[in-house]
């Protein structure tokens, strides 16, 4: 897939990530997800031993896309040289008083506030990936789901919040643990990447919009089709699987495809955890907490 020419104007962002040039990598990138849960021998293996394996199987689809996202909007931010972006395990402390301050306050009563990093408790809350742009000095703390089609507003809202409290910490962790990294406005967005249920302005952006948060033209484009390269793949796998199987079983294969869960509420589950510490700290320039936001004029 190429992108459409439908206008010859100048592109918005000085960086292009172009689906030809990044082709084989996104290709390595499929191969490395693929590759140890759902490939076409692992898939023959599930059919010869029946259905509950086949099930637990499927549900590996889903956690293997969200990977492959994550990956995916990594490697596009890497096209922009202002962008840093920190993935892995960075847990982020999410203390009793930070939650209640994101939840029992309006948003200009604590966004110039900054918390110590080290501030204790065992809650807390892992990013899928801290995007920091050194040029603007303002840092994204990012969710990335595959499909928020089975979340309730509550959920969704406990989310945000969760978020927003960890938020208050990242400008010291930048500044203490990343040599000086200094973030000045820290935003908080949901990347859903099938595209519905979107609340600009309440933080919960299309995948199609990634362009806007990494400053990098055509980045929406590039996710679209990595996802399309990667569900072609899947069921080229299963169609090798099931043809080397003799077709056998084939029946049962497409009812557990059906079950293929919507089990998205295995992602991130929460539980209680006790109050911790709150401990804000003295900071160079004052900070902003907050939703991402959107351009206001998007381009078509």
Known sequence: ??????????????????????????????????????????????????????TTILRAVPVAEGRLLERG????????????????????????????????????LYRSLSLDADSGGRKSYTPDLLILNLRTSVAHLVDVKRSLGSYEISRIAELKNRMLAAALVVPDLLYKEYRRLQAKEVRVVILNAENQRSDLEGGVWPLSHLDHLLEVEGAGLVMATLRQLFQARIERNWNEALQSHGGKKAADVADAERFRLRDEASENAQTPEPPGTLSPVALRPPIQIGFAQAPRAVPH
């Open 1 to 54: 897939m190429t992108p459409t020419k439908q206008n010859t104007t100048a592109p918005t962002y000085a960086t292009v990530a172009d689906i030809e040039t990044l082709r084989s990598r996104l290709d390595t990138l499929i191969d490395e997800t693929v590759a140890p849960a759902l490939s076409t021998d692992l898939l023959r293996r599930a059919l010869v031993a029946g259905m509950t394996e086949i």
């Open 73 to 108: 909007i990594a490697l596009i931010a890497s096209l922009n040289t202002d962008l840093v972006v920190l993935t892995g395990n960075l847990r982020l402390p999410v203390t009793k008083a930070a939650t209640e301050l994101v939840e029992m306050n309006d948003p200009s």
